[in-house]
């Protein structure tokens, strides 16, 4: 990191208020020239609507933003681009169908009006992917890239805008160990050869000592405190992120609640995943463990016939069962809480109660065919007590919620219905994009499920989560079952497992 460096933003007494709730309370930040700004907080604690009023998607109500000499109060989303403010979402903003050297130039091609100089594309293209030091090339379509290689399409586009602030949102919530490495080779030579200020968030604190220069903590739309790196001790961040949530332990699951097994797969194939054989008993939590294109969301989507069985049996409460749709499955008592939450699971423009009730109208949970709204407003204020789902808004718009809460609203779906035993959840990545303290929260609620006699089968890349919530482990290495163990010692026995197997499989290719 350069030694010295001047201030790119100063942002002072920024207040931002939705009607009557006052999200952003006086917030102050400082990034330099040359830094990576790691930016934290708990889901709800106001990061996304200050990165929109960085961005230009929000107005500030108050307060004033320095950036890079200029005095502002305010953004449109084209200022902020044309000032040199570029960010980068969670949720891919590149398209498939078109190449890496098309999507590096969209909104901004070369030529004239009347045709595209797709030489020139490609050339300049390569020689921005080769400034960021990685062999991508850019001639390939978008569909043959893997997850990190998108992320770094994405860099390397708002690169090509000149950007003298770059803000990544949760960067690394879908990748996998070697792509997030790669990826932050990345950012460090933006940064810190390059001179380009970074605002980092993320939700991974492991990811703090590997990419940060200083950290900001925001908490109820305040800032807790911005350290330097060096001064951050142990425990630090998880105190400051969410205090209450931290050293608290778990109840136990609910293994032992029966005698019979709630499921089994024998012998059962997916289309990437197999054959797997396991069983699942009540009150009991399955871990699903490996690397990125492991098989663990093919072997999942198809337990809940999102997916089309290849061979093997799943028996379910003791009778083999043949699942061709998600309807069969939940008629089963299977569910399904999908890792992408925007493409998979939530309605983004319709009501939080609405989200909540979508797979129930009609049904067990609500029989009659007419709406209520007061014993739907009870549902929700149910789920949003037990969850903490902030704001307790059952008219807020799902895609205004954070990440973190709009997962306890997919998850409180399949907790409305009162009689949840011998229910099968599955769940793909629970956690991913969600803080410290949400984390908790999730954990604790998934604990008392299963003490209530439904069991989980979850599928995670982060071994802590695996180590903390599953009775028993399966893992897979590129579409096979590798071992499926009782009380895994450590994260590091079960990624010494993971990367060895994978080795092996890759050289045997």
């Known amino acids: 990191m350069p030694e010295h460096r001047t201030s790119l933003l100063n942002v002072s007494d920024l207040h931002k208020s939705f009607g009557d709730v006052e999200v952003l309370k006086g917030v102050s930040l400082r990034v330099e020239r040359g830094e990576i700004h790691a930016f934290l907080g708990a889901n709800g604690a106001g990061k996304s609507t200050f990165l ?116 990544l949102d949760e960067p690394t919530a879908a990748l996998g160990e070697k792509e997030m490495k790669a990826l932050h080779d990345v950012v460090r030579q933006v940064s810190h050869k390059e001179g380009i200020g970074v605002i980092y968030v993320t939700h991974l604190l492991d990811e703090i ?130 890792s992408d939450r925007t493409e998979q699971s939530l309605f983004g423009s319709i009501s939080a109660v609405e989200n909540l009730l979508m797979p129930h109208f009609g049904g067990r949970v609500l029989p009659s065919k007419m709406r209520d709204a007061r014993a739907e407003t009870r549902l929700f204020d149910k789920i949003a007590d037990k969850l903490s789902v902030h704001p307790p808004n059952p008219d807020l718009a799902a895609n205004r919620f954070s990440g973190g809460n709009a997962q306890k609203i997919v998850l409180g779906r399949w907790l409305l219905d009162e009689d949840i035993a011998g229910r099968l959840i599955l769940l793909d990545e629970p956690t991913q994009g969600v803080d410290v303290g949400a984390r908790a929260q999730l954990y604790r609620t998934l604990r008392t499920v299963l003490q209530l006699g439904a069991s989980v089968i979850f599928a995670s890349s982060d071994p802590d989560e695996v180590i903390t919530l599953a009775d028993r482990v399966l893992v897979l290495g590129y579409g096979r079952q590798i071992a499926f163990i009782d009380n895994p010692r450590s994260e590091s026995e079960l990624v010494n497992m993971a990367h060895r197997t994978a080795s092996l499989l890759e050289a045997a290719k």
């Not at 005095?71 to 890496?100: C, M």
């Not at 350290?227 to 400051?240: F, S, V, Y």
């Not at 609640?257 to 289309?271: C, I, Q």
């Not at 016939?305 to 309807?327: C, N, V, W």
Request: hydrophobic content about 40%; aromatic content about 6%.
């Open 52 to 167: 929109g009023c960085l961005s230009g998607a929000e107005k500030p109500s108050k307060g004033h933003i320095l950036f890079d000499g200029e005095d502002h109060t305010s953004f449109t989303p084209r200022e902020a681009l044309s000032k040199g403010i570029g960010i980068i979402y969670q949720h891919f903003q590149v398209f498939e169908g078109l190449t890496v050297a098309e999507n590096i130039f969209l909104g901004n091609e070369l030529g004239n009006m009347f045709w595209v100089d797709k030489r020139a594309q490609i050339y300049q293209a390569g020689q921005l992917l080769e400034r960021l030091g990685v062999s991508i090339d850019p001639r390939l379509l978008l569909d043959e890239l893997t997850t990190g290689e998108r992320k770094i399409v994405e860099i390397a586009r708002a690169l090509n805008s000149h950007p003298k602030l770059l803000i």
């Open 209 to 338: 000592d590997e990419i940060a220069d200083r950290v900001t903590v925001l908490r109820s739309g305040r800032v807790v405190w911005t350290r330097n790196k060096a001064d951050i001790q142990p425990g630090d961040l998880a105190n400051a992120i969410a205090p209450a949530s931290t050293g608290e332990p778990l109840p136990p699951s609910g293994l032992g609640l029966g005698k019979s097994l709630l499921a089994e797969l024998r012998n059962y194939t997916s289309p990437f995943t197999g054959p797997i054989n396991i069983d699942v008993k009540p009150g009991e939590a399955i871990g699903i463990y490996g690397l990125l294109g492991s098989g663990r969301t093919d072997l999942l989507e198809s337990l809940f016939g999102a997916r089309k069985k290849i061979g093997g049996d799943l028996i379910f409460k003791g009778q083999p069962i043949e699942l061709h749709s998600p309807s069969q499955a939940m008629a089963h008592g299977i569910s399904l809480v999908a």
